[in-house]
């Protein structure tokens, strides 16, 4: 399921449904995955309530519990005014931000963790995102964008 509370340019409902399913298949994820696309104020809310920090951020995932059928992978939120502000810096669409965003959140529900895996989950998004046609990834820019340590 797709909930636009914000809505975006270019994007349908429709289209992002597709691409949810698209993701979905592409980084092995079996169950629905529901999908929350509202305002920056509501994503800072959501960060605050489940990560303890005060701030907003522009894709949250909520894993299914265990307990659940497998039926149901679990649940992404995302920031549509973040989206369109980094896609406008980024030279790209507020929708293909969106779609970056949902194959972030999808392989973070399939169990990667980028913090913590040793380039497993950056590697992996990069390969689906040139497969779904994405323009750069979010571990991506945010590795090219970090400061390099002197050595």
């Known amino acids: 399921m797709v909930i636009l509370r914000s809505t975006v340019s270019g994007l349908s409902e429709t289209a992002l449904v597709r691409f949810v399913g698209r993701a979905r298949r592409a980084a092995g994820l079996r169950g629905a995955v529901n999908v929350l696309i509202t305002t920056s104020g509501e994503l800072r809310s959501l960060n ?4 303890g920090k005060d701030q907003p951020t522009d894709v949250l995932s909520f ?3 265990r307990h659940l059928p497998l039926s149901y992978a ?13 896609g406008r810096k980024l030279g790209h669409s507020s929708a293909a931000e ?15 963790d980028h913090e913590r895996d ?13 497969q779904l046609r994405l323009p ?9 964008s970090a400061p390099r340590s002197k050595r």
């Not at 040793?118 to 040139?130: D, I, S």
């Open 118 to 130: 040793n380039g497993r989950m950056a590697r992996k998004e990069e390969r689906l995102r040139r």
């Open 63 to 65: 894993p299914a519990p």
């Open 74 to 86: 679990g649940d992404l939120a995302i920031s549509a005014d973040l989206a369109a502000q980094n």
């Open 48 to 51: 605050r309530r489940f990560r």
């Open 98 to 112: 969106i779609k970056i965003l949902v194959l972030h959140g999808v392989l973070h529900l399939a169990g990667y």
């Open 136 to 144: 750069v990834g979010l571990i991506e820019r945010n590795s090219q």
